[in-house]
């Protein structure tokens, strides 16, 4: 997911991006789709607030995304709310309980608040799941 965010900074020109997505949301206001990956785009030029603020509407129009929660829950955690990080990711498990993302990004957050034997459950099932940084992640799952 973190590679999803990186992509989009080696692309660059990350202004551009979003404000191309500003304009197509004014044709498409329910797009959740669109406000995902305007997310995506705010996430990877550090504007968090509004990174959240557009997984929200997202999450509003498609609360089953898996992939949102998991967007705004790395939000969350970078901005140091890690109690709702953890919310997102747990929300994100209920959808897809054998996804391994959502329990990776699950256990940094339980480490970040100390949370050593959940961070460590954690991170056992997304190996169980075959977690790997470099699990590919196609846009059509993320309904790009």
Known sequence: MRAIIEQFVRVGDLKRKIGAYTESLKNFPTNAGLYLVRGIAHQADH???RAI???TVSLSQAPASTYCLIFRGLAYHDAGAFEQAIADFTAAIAFSPTLSYPYHYRALSYE????RELAKADFGQAETYGYSPDLPVSPDVLGM
């Open 112 to 115: 970040a608040l100390g949370e």
């Open 53 to 55: 603020a557009d997984f």
């Open 47 to 49: 504007d968090i607030r």
